[in-house]
């Protein structure tokens, strides 16, 4: 069993950066996959980032060249450093992990005010 937790969100103004980080309860290398998903209020949960635990990272579009996803197997944990942030990026953030199974962290709101 994997467990996941989530720390870094809070309240940050338009333009500036937060950094979350997900730290495993294992090592991540037994986790081919990682990533982060996000949930803004009244849509359905949608990837942001992954990353593969050969250092392949995919992005969603509307982060790209803003967001990136980082892996530590060190520290058994993923970061997202967000940067350049804006409004539409407020939403509850998950760290996603898979092998054979999906797990999930308990989520961090990020809000982005104006």
């Known amino acids: 069993q994997v467990q996941l937790v989530e720390s870094g969100g809070g309240l940050v103004q338009a333009g500036g950066s937060l950094r979350l980080s997900c730290a495993a309860s294992g090592s991540i290398f037994s986790l081919p996959l990682m990533g982060w998903y996000r949930q803004p209020p009244g849509k359905q949960r949608e990837l942001v980032a992954s990353i593969t635990s050969g250092g392949i990272t995919d992005y969603a579009d509307s982060v790209k060249g803003r967001f990136t996803i980082s892996r530590d197997g060190a520290k058994n944990t993923v970061y997202l450093q967000m940067n350049s942030l804006k409004q539409e990026d407020t939403a509850v953030y998950y760290c996603?992990?898979?092998?054979?199974?999906?797990?999930w962290g308990q989520g961090s709101q990020v809000t982005v005010s104006s």
């Open positions: 996603n992990a898979r092998n054979t199974r999906s797990y």
